[in-house]
C-alpha cells in the first residue's frame, strides 16, 4: 500500500505573536516541525508544541532557520558554513532537549525557509546543515527537496534523507519552489491542492509554472503551518489521500 508522512512547520508563534493554529492542526499530520526561536517559537512555545504532539502521537522534528525574526527566517542571509553548521546544531539540539523533558524522541530535521532554498542548490551550505544535524543524532532524518543538495548531503554524512513535496506552492521547471513574492507562488483552492498532492503521491508528477510536468518521488508533503486554513487543508488533504487509498503516517514511526 502506498504511504506519505504529513508534515508541518509549527511552533511559531512567540511572545504575545501567534502565528498558526497548531493544536488543531495536530489532529491531522503525522510529523511535526517545531521551531526553536531563530525564525520564531520561544522556550515555553517550544515546549507546549512538544507536549501537543505527544499527546496526539504526531512524531517530532527540529525546525532550524535563520536568525531572522523580523524576516520570519524568510530572507536569505550570508553566513559561512560553520557558522551554518553551529546555528543548526543549536536548534536541533534545543528542540531534542525539550523533547527529551517530555519523555518524547526526535525523528526528523527540516530547515526552514531561505536556510532550506538555499541548501537545495548551495552544496557548502547544505554540506554544514548535514553536518549539524549528523553531530546532534546521525539517526535523524533530514528533509529536503527531492534531487536537491541538501539531500546529497545528507546522504554522504550517513543521514536517512526524505524527499518533501509541497502541493500548495507552485514549482519552477527546475523544481525548486517559485519565490513567494511572485504572484501564484502559493496555491489557496484546497481542491487544487488535495488533487495535486494525490497526483505527487501516485503518479510521481506535478504541473510547472510553464505548463510542464514535473516528476518528482516524495516521502513527505508538508502543509505550512503558519498559512491560514491551515488545519482545515491539512484535514481535507489526509482525508482526500486516504480515500485516494494511501496510508498517511511518518516515516519514522509516531513517539
Given at each position: 500500500m502506498l504511504s506519505i508522512d504529513l508534515n508541518a512547520d509549527v511552533g511559531e508563534s512567540f511572545g504575545a505573536h501567534l502565528i498558526g493554529c497548531d493544536?488543531?492542526?495536530?489532529?491531522?499530520?503525522?510529523?511535526?516541525?517545531?521551531?526553536?526561536?531563530?525564525?520564531?517559537?520561544?522556550?515555553?512555545?517550544l515546549r507546549e508544541t512538544v507536549r501537543l504532539a505527544k499527546a496526539r502521537g504526531v512524531a517530532i522534528g527540529a525546525h532550524p532557520g535563520f536568525p531572522d525574526l523580523a524576516g520570519f527566517g524568510r530572507r536569505e542571509l550570508r553566513v559561512t558554513p560553520q557558522e551554518a553548521e553551529d546555528l543548526v546544531l543549536y536548534q536541533v539540539a534545543a528542540v531534542a532537549g525539550v523533547a527529551a523533558a517530555?519523555?518524547?524522541?526526535?525523528?526528523?530535521?527540516?530547515?526552514h525557509g531561505a536556510l532550506y532554498n538555499m541548501a537545495a542548490r548551495d552544496a557548502q551550505l547544505a554540506g554544514a546543515i548535514a553536518r549539524g544535524v549528523a553531530s546532534v543524532d546521525p539517526s535523524l532524518i533530514l528533509y529536503g527537496l527531492p534531487n536537491s543538495e541538501l539531500l546529497k548531503?545528507?546522504?554522504?554524512?550517513?543521514?536517512?534523507?526524505?524527499?518533501?513535496?509541497?502541493?500548495?506552492?507552485?514549482?519552477?521547471?527546475?523544481?525548486?519552489?517559485?519565490?513567494?513574492?511572485?504572484?501564484?507562488?502559493?496555491?489557496?483552492?484546497?481542491?487544487?491542492?488535495?488533487?495535486?498532492?494525490?497526483?505527487?503521491?501516485?503518479?510521481?508528477?506535478v504541473a510547472a509554472s510553464d505548463g510542464t510536468r514535473l516528476t518528482l518521488h516524495i516521502d513527505t508533503i508538508c502543509v505550512?503551518?503558519?498559512?491560514?486554513?491551515?488545519?482545515?487543508?491539512?484535514?481535507?488533504?489526509?482525508?482526500?489521500?486516504?480515500?485516494?487509498?494511501?496510508?498517511?503516517?511518518?516515516?519514522?514511526?509516531?513517539?
Open positions: 493544536a488543531s492542526l495536530m489532529r491531522s499530520i503525522t510529523s511535526a516541525s517545531i521551531a526553536a526561536g531563530f525564525h520564531g517559537g520561544d522556550p515555553s512555545v517530555e519523555g518524547a524522541g526526535l525523528q526528523h530535521v527540516k530547515p548531503a545528507a546522504r554522504a554524512v550517513g543521514l536517512r534523507a526524505a524527499a518533501e513535496g509541497f502541493a500548495d506552492r507552485a514549482y519552477e521547471p527546475d523544481g525548486s519552489l517559485m519565490a513567494r513574492r511572485r504572484p501564484g507562488a502559493v496555491i489557496s483552492n484546497p481542491d487544487l491542492v488535495v488533487a495535486r498532492a494525490i497526483r505527487l503521491v501516485k503518479e510521481h508528477s505550512h503551518g503558519d498559512t491560514p486554513g491551515a488545519d482545515d487543508l491539512a484535514s481535507r488533504l489526509r482525508a482526500g489521500l486516504e480515500a485516494a487509498g494511501v496510508a498517511v503516517r511518518a516515516l519514522g514511526g509516531a513517539v
